[in-house]
């Protein structure tokens, strides 16, 4: 027997962007439907896949993916359309018995420029970059230089220009006044012991952030309060919480949630392929190597095909962010024959696309 039970909220995702139920009516929905797995094997299969593979809390599917539940499964979606539903153990089911709308998949919305390089002698900016914000006295942190003992930070935009120094890494924002809507501001952090080496110096990556309208912002912080209201394991609460702020441009916010998770060193590959994606989408592209890394080791690990083909294209995406292109080229191909396995016949288009566009790039370079 299907059991339903009536969710406060939902993540609604429309077009990338995450929005509330103030917003939208119900007939017009077309969010994602996210999984919480709570033990046993649960396999999905996606409509254009040839057979089912093992999936992960975090896993997202639309009304007509399939899902198989083990004999002493447990395991429930988050539905696009407000409802929390939860199948049957050692049954299979359409996802629309239980969840009838929902889009393919989140975006990956991933940056395809080439910014930083691995040259770690200057106090690169880690965040905010290329965000928007919920607060008007952020947190602000840059990359440690070797040798360098002390730094001189900048934060500038809107005609703020307020300057502090300090020995750490990171500063809170601490000028007389908060920062405002509307403006674009811009982070500098320059060793005080040599003018060089400054963060001015990254050049090809998009490090303005400001603050989120307070309209949107409301509606956000209801959005998380309702999920948090959900009773989700503190994993599947902040992988919720996470797809919230990502939606909304709150990379951030995202990334701040996620990072612990991996510290804690997480079991799940969701966990490290949405971090390497909001890595990624703000140019950090060593650490979202890294993500990617530690998501694809995982997912080799449990026989996730999925989980292998992102980490694989997010791997050749980051190694073109740090101008490897031979490189990237290597991992997309890889993440193509994983799409391939998989019956992805579009994913596996995406890549082909992609991987001519370096090629031709390199023949031209």
Known sequence: MIQKQQLVASVLIAGGIV???????????TGVNILIVNKGEVKIKKENWKAFQKASTGSLL???????????ASAFLLCSNTERWQPTAGKQFRVSEGCPR??????????????RNENKLIPYIISPRNTELLSDRPLLKWNPVTGATRYQVKLQGGGLDWQTETNETQVLYGGQEPLKLGVKYLLIVTTTTDKEASSKKEVGADLMFGLMTTEKAKVVKEEATNLKKQGLSPEAETLALAYLYEGNNLKAEAIALLQPLSQQKSQNRVVYSLL???????????????AYQQALALAQKLGDQEGEAEAQSGLGEASFGLGKKEE???????AQASYAVLGD????QVLTQRIEEI??????S
């Open 359 to 364: 090629q031709k790039r390199l023949k031209n």
């Open 19 to 29: 929005i509330g139920l103030s917003e939208l009516s119900l007939g017009e929905s």
């Open 345 to 348: 016949e579009s994913q596996t």
């Open 62 to 72: 639309r009304p007509n993916d399939y899902l198989q539940m083990g004999s002493n």
């Open 276 to 290: 390497g994606d909001l890595l990624l989408q703000t140019g950090l592209n060593q650490q979202a190597q890294q």
């Open 328 to 334: 990237a080229l290597s991992w997309l191909k890889k």
């Open 102 to 115: 929902g889009t393919a998949s989140r975006p990956r919305n991933v940056a395809r420029s080439q910014t």
